[in-house]
C-alpha cells in the first residue's frame, strides 16, 4: 500500500489542486491530503471550514483521506506510513521554493521522497489569493473551484 501526503494551506481547494489529487491517484495507492494548521497565511477559512469544503468537492473521488497537520510535514508523512509527499509545479517561479522545501525535507527525513506533478495548462496561473481576490470584486470562478466552494466564497 502506497499512500502519500499532499499537503497546502487550501484556503480553498481549487480545480487545480483537485486535477494533482486525481494525477498522483494514478502513482499511489492511497492520497492524504493533509491541511496545514500552522499556516501563516492569515486564512480566509478556519481549518473545519476548508476540510468539510474538501471533503464535499472530492466526495466521489476515491482512496483519498483527509486531514489537518501541524508541526512538521515529515513527522507527519512518516505518523501516516507516507512514502512521499506530493506538491504541484506550475511554472518556473514555484520551483526555487519548492526545490528548497523539498531539500529540506530530504534532509530532515531522507526516507521521504517529494513528488512534482505538473497541473492541467489551464491551471498553471490559478492558486487559492487569485480566486479569493477575484470572487471579492465580483468576478465568476466558476472555472476555477467546485461548486461547493463557490458558494462559501460567495457567503464570505
Ligand atoms: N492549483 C492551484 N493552486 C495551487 C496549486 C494547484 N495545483 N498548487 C498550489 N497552489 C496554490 C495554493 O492555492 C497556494 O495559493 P496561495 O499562496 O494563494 O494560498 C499556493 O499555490 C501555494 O501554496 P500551497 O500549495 O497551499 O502550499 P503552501 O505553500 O501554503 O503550503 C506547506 C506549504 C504547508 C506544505 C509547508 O509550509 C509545510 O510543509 N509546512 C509544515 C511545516 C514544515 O514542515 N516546514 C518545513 C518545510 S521545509
Request: net charge neutral.
Amino acid at each position: 500500500m502506497k499512500t502519500a501526503v499532499y499537503p497546502g494551506t487550501f484556503d480553498p481547494i481549487t480545480n487545480g489542486h483537485i486535477d494533482i489529487i486525481e494525477r498522483a491517484l494514478k502513482i499511489f495507492d492511497k492520497v492524504i491530503i493533509a491541511v496545514s494548521v500552522d499556516s501563516t497565511k492569515n486564512p480566509l477559512f478556519t481549518v473545519e471550514e476548508r476540510i468539510k469544503m474538501i471533503s464535499e468537492a472530492v466526495k466521489d473521488i476515491q482512496r483519498i483521506e483527509i486531514d489537518s497537520f501541524s508541526g512538521l510535514l515529515v513527522d507527519y508523512a512518516k505518523k501516516t506510513n507516507a512514502i512521499a509527499i506530493i506538491r504541484g509545479l506550475r511554472a518556473v517561479s514555484d520551483f526555487e521554493y519548492e526545490f528548497q522545501m523539498a531539500l529540506m525535507n530530504r534532509r530532515l527525513n531522507e526516507k521521504i521522497e517529494t513528488v512534482f506533478l505538473m497541473p492541467n495548462e489551464k491551471f498553471t496561473y490559478l492558486n487559492s489569493s487569485i480566486v479569493r481576490e477575484v470572487v471579492s470584486l465580483g468576478g465568476d470562478i466558476s472555472d476555477f473551484v467546485p461548486e461547493n466552494v463557490k458558494n462559501e466564497l460567495k457567503k464570505k
